[in-house]
């Protein structure tokens, strides 16, 4: 394992005392948009408790380290937002992977680690943060739909084992020792390896006491907090709909958008789960919701206000559901979720048929990743704004029994979502037959059940807009009560 050691340059913009760190940092982003001005406050005292206490202040910080661990337009140092931000919280001693310095692939993970001394009331203790990269990792996207014919979802799981063993050789090569305490975050991608990670550290405390000789953690030492996570446990102990129930992973706190498509994925009708506890946010259902927006859109303008903004102004919060039995109720957005994933599965084939299919998936996504200019998220949004372009004429093709117009308009979307992009010439075989494949999923699905069909055409890009995570940011600094009392 080749790994990358880096000297933690000085903290800049920050203002300590009594190990309290509070300022703004720089961040370097992927895109076009230009770069950000991020506000942050931690504290050591953060971690004097018990980690089964859901801490608001703990998951904003976790979230603008989360946001951190995005990879920079500089892929051969992606990690360098991370490294300045633990920097400026005093952490020392930073280490990355491989990952973190190469083109991504389907399953390469980015992780980048530091540690500090922590004195408390109780001790001292090491406080190791690990932090997973979410976003900007162009191939890894593919890694998202490796579910793996049967146990846990095989990409995720292949991530979070090799976060594991990267804590395990920081343990080893920086000599920690005596007591330990782990933070952990990440989001989308980042949040589903932290979640697995978490998951895995705690079943081995259960069982082993101890992840490696010389130092001591427990259970109330794992401070794990995913952001719109996405399913990848499959269950031993008692769960409900989305989640594994056990003591063990009380320090795993994931903090769910309902309105957000990307937390049902792996799907729970294909048996997936998440470790710990949710903590749902404030969603198009909840009371005074338009108040709370303001209040959000108020935070992200001052963060960025560039075109994402512009979106999420337009789009977030606003779906739009036809009902053809008009003696029905329309659903809440995560009620209509719930369904058309359970839906989706069954057509599927639940995991069988979704282990046949991966590999198309899977291909397609390396194929929209293999031009250095674009990444999946940026040209995803594209297709999903063309997609509601022509959801109209979509709609037509499903009803009228028109199969190949489908597949025609599926490929036509893909090439206007490519020159967008500035791409002019790709793979159009790869492109055709992924669209074969989409299609046909689609045109069985949309047979069986036409009305949702019709509906989550109308509202994709509704359902993956609030997966965004500046929008995620400006929802926990505008709580104004402590999220756990919202926890389901």
């Not at 992606?78 to 919280?89: D, M, P, R």
């Not at 190949?404 to 793979?427: C, H, P, Q, R």
């Not at 949309?446 to 109308?458: M, R, S």
């Amino acid at each position: 394992m080749k790994l990358q050691l880096q000297k933690t340059k000085k903290p800049f913009q920050s203002k300590s005392k009594q190990n309290k760190f509070i300022g703004t940092i720089d961040f370097k982003r992927h895109h076009s948009e230009g770069d950000i001005k991020l506000p942050y406050a931690y504290a050591d005292s953060l971690f004097f408790s018990t980690s089964a206490n859901f801490s608001l202040q703990l998951a904003r910080i976790s979230m603008v380290m989360a946001y951190a661990a995005f990879n920079t337009p500089n892929m051969q140092n992606g990690c360098e937002n991370l490294e300045n931000l633990l920097g400026l919280l005093d952490f020392k001693s930073f280490m990355s992977n491989e990952d973190y310095h190469k083109r991504p692939g389907v399953d390469t993970i980015g992780v980048g680690i530091a540690s500090k001394k922590v004195k408390s009331a109780n001790g001292e203790f090491t406080l190791l943060y690990v932090g997973i990269r979410g976003g900007f990792y162009q191939n890894e996207w593919a890694g998202n739909f490796h579910v793996g014919e049967s146990g846990n979802h095989e990409g995720f799981t292949i991530s979070s084992n090799k976060v594991y063993d990267q804590i395990l050789e920081y343990i080893r090569i920086f000599n920690i020792t005596g007591k330990i305490k782990i933070w952990c975050s990440g989001f989308s991608r980042g949040a589903a390896t932290c979640n697995m990670l978490g998951g895995k550290i705690a079943d081995i405390i259960c069982s082993s006491n101890s992840i490696c000789s010389g130092v001591s953690l427990t259970l109330d030492d794992l401070f794990f907090y995913c952001f719109e996570t996405p399913q990848g446990a499959v269950p031993t102990d008692n769960s409900t709909e989305h989640n594994i129930i056990s003591y063990k992973y009380r320090g795993i706190h994931n903090i769910i958008n309902p309105d957000d498509l990307v937390p049902r994925m792996g799907p729970s009708a294909m048996g997936f789960r998440r470790y710990g506890n949710d903590y749902i946010l404030p969603h198009s259902s909840s009371e005074n919701y338009n108040e709370f927006l303001d209040k959000a859109y108020s935070y992200y303008s001052k963060i960025d206000s560039g075109p994402a903004y512009k979106v999420i102004q337009r789009y977030n919060g606003k779906f739009r559901f036809i009902k053809l039995t008009p003696f029905l109720s329309s659903p809440s957005a995560s009620e209509f979720l719930d369904s058309a994933m359970a839906d989706m599965s069954e057509i599927a084939d639940y995991r069988t048929g979704m282990f046949k299919i991966e590999d198309e998936i899977m291909n397609f996504f390396v194929l929209i990743n293999g031009y250095n200019k674009i990444s999946a998220e940026l040209l995803l949004r594209d297709l999903f704004t063309e997609i509601v372009k022509d959801a109209d004429k979509i709609a037509i093709h499903i009803f009228t029994s028109d199969y190949k117009k489908l597949e025609n308009t599926i490929l036509s979307l893909l090439d206007k979502a490519f020159v967008k992009a500035g791409i002019l010439t790709y793979d159009h075989e790869k492109a055709r037959r992924f669209a074969s494949t989409f299609g046909n999923f689609y045109w069985t699905y949309a047979n069986k059940y036409p009305e949702d069909a019709l509906n989550l055409t109308l509202n994709l890009f509704s359902f993956i807009v609030p997966h965004d995570p500046l929008l995620e940011l400006s929802y926990l600094e505008s709580l104004d009560i402590p999220l756990y009392e919202m926890k389901i």
